[in-house]
């Protein structure tokens, strides 16, 4: 399969530069006329024609050596569980079956039954996975041979035959790691805003609140501080809240986030195994999940947020087990996000220092105008894992956030 790529490549590149020396060709200067029309027409034409074959040239010829690096995993798949099987008396056949090499006779008195049944079991489905992962393999590969030959690979918007080779190049490569979902339901808050005439009382508590904001910033509530201080500027514009630092301060929420990172991480390796797709990227996403912050825990995110939703997306790639009846093995790009809408409901007093102010206080601000209710949302850095898929209740090995204090003022993750 490498060989054929290669002189794919070859081609590919003979096209390139004969194509890019052709899309100069034309115009002319000073050419103009019915037949300079005509010519520049059926130029066009056939860059279009050529930037199509590049791209699905580009496509082919990345789409073989990937597949060709798939097969060793699978063969080794195959190997070790008929090694595995053999150890308990049983073969592979040709067509997949698992054979009892006893089968008629009486197994050696050291091959208990059970032991020998889960093996059967166990070495049975690594083979029938490793079967399914080579038919997706054959698949992807044909559905790539395919669309280049139906000219169904896109070109891009670049007028270069290279850049149109690149394009399809990139149609064969990981997808990316998808973005947060869409802004999870939230709760109407105080209403719509400047819903009535300012008062006196409003402005008292806009001073307050301003005063309570400086006392947490001095504090190191610097959360805290900044999200009031958003929410009394009364732009209602969204504020950027970063996951990792939640993260790092607050242990709670960290241990939540690699539970579902666990848990994808699982549900993943589940589906590989089932449908065969070991060695393929597989994008995923879990969905928002409620987060809650004590003032217990950590009183600078309990005021800063208290309350929200997360979610984990990435692109994970799992290998079969090195053993029959193993742990898969993963390799994962991943992003966390967060949303939370900054509101005040009401029913409860917030004591900042020497200030309480209640939440209804704070929400009729909202109602007048002096200040306005907005969404908290933020993501992390891509980070990468590999490693074996880690078992129902145990934690994975996952990146720290990082520690990225730098202890000024004007630092709000200090």
Do not use: C
């Not at 080579?134 to 030959?149: K, V």
């Not at 929400?363 to 891509?382: C, F, I």
């Amino acid at each position: 399969m490498n060989e054929i790529a290669s002189v794919i490549q070859h081609r590919q590149n003979a096209l390139i530069h004969s194509g890019d020396d052709f899309g100069k060709v034309l115009p002319i200067e000073g050419w103009s006329g019915p037949a300079a029309s005509n010519a520049d027409s059926a130029h066009h034409a056939m860059m279009t024609r050529l930037r199509t074959m590049a791209a699905g040239s580009g496509l082919v010829a990345k789409a073989i050596p990937q597949a060709a690096d798939r097969i060793p995993a699978v063969q080794a798949e195959i190997a070790n569980a008929e090694n595995y099987l053999n150890k308990y008396g049983f073969r592979v056949a040709d067509d997949g079956a698992i054979v009892d090499t006893f089968a008629g006779g009486v197994a050696p008195p050291d091959l208990r039954p059970e032991d020998r049944e889960r093996a059967r079991v166990e070495g049975g489905a690594a083979i029938t996975a490793a079967l399914r992962t080579a038919h997706n393999i054959d698949a992807d590969l044909t559905t790539a041979l395919r669309r280049a030959e139906r000219g169904e690979v896109d070109p891009g918007t670049a007028p270069t035959i290279a850049e149109a080779a690149a394009a399809g190049a990139a149609q064969a490569d990981a997808p990316p790691i998808p973005g947060a979902p869409p802004p999870p339901p939230t709760d109407p808050g105080a209403g719509p805003h400047k819903s009535r005439d300012e008062n006196a009382a409003d402005y008292l508590t806009a001073v307050l609140a301003s005063e309570a904001a400086d006392w947490a910033d001095g504090a190191g509530w610097t959360h805290a501080a900044k999200n009031l201080e958003h929410y009394l500027g009364n732009s209602g514009k969204d504020l950027n809240m970063s996951p990792d630092e939640m993260a790092r301060d607050v242990a709670s929420f960290r241990g939540q986030v690699d539970q579902t990172t666990a848990a994808q991480m699982r549900q993943i390796a589940e589906q590989a195994a089932a449908n065969g797709t070991y060695g393929k990227p597989i994008p995923f996403s879990s969905g928002w999940q409620d987060y809650t912050i004590s003032p217990d825990e950590n009183k600078d995110w309990f005021y800063a947020t208290g309350s929200g939703s997360y979610a984990v997306t990435g692109v994970a790639t799992v290998h079969p087990p090195d053993q029959p009846g193993g742990q898969p093995r993963i390799e994962m790009d991943y992003k966390t996000h967060v949303f939370d809408r900054y509101n005040w409901d009401g029913g409860k007093s917030t004591e900042i220092g020497p200030f309480t102010v209640t939440d209804q206080q704070l929400a009729e601000l909202h109602k007048s105008g002096l200040a306005q209710e907005y969404n908290l949302t933020g993501s992390t850095d891509a980070k990468h894992f590999s490693g074996t898929v880690p078992a129902p209740g145990e934690q994975p090995g996952l990146p720290p956030p990082p520690d990225n204090r730098t202890g000024g003022r004007t630092d709000p993750g200090r």
